[in-house]
Structure formats: C-alpha cells, structure tokens
C-alpha cells in the first residue's frame, strides 16, 4: 500500500506511532523492503504483499494489490 498511496500511508503511520507509545512503526516501500534480503536467496514468490505469499490454494486471494504489507524469506545462499 505505501508503494500505491505514499501519501496516505505517512499519515496512517504517523497516526499509528502517536497512538503506540514507544513502539513504532515504520512503513517502507517495496524498494526499501528489498534492501534487506540483499545477499539472501529469495524463496518464491519473492517480495509480494502478503496475501500472495504461499496462500492457500482454496483461499480467495483480494483482487487488488491494496495491501499494507510485503512477504519474504530469504536465506543465505549455498556456499
């Protein structure tokens, strides 16, 4: 979603971390998300929102992409 409505999400966000005392919350955008698994091996389907990440198979996934988050395991490559 923040990669969609940047705008939005900053407000959200900074609503959120008024509301949550010490912790905070960070919105990153996929990029930045991406940035984390550098060196790792992504694992399919990669970096996705997180409906679309292993969902099960006799679930409905959302039409749209609107979500808040993004899915991943890396691991560290085979030597």
Known sequence: LHDALPIYVTELT????ERMGAVR???RPRA???RFF???ELLPPGIVPTPQWRPDPEQD???DNSN???AAVGRK???
Do not use: C, F
């Open 14 to 17: 900074k609503r959120l971390n």
């Open 25 to 27: 919350v960070h919105a």
């Open 32 to 34: 930045e998300v991406a």
């Open 38 to 40: 550098t060196g790792l």
């Open 61 to 63: 996934l959302p039409e």
């Open 68 to 70: 808040s988050a993004y």
């Open 77 to 79: 490559p085979a030597s």
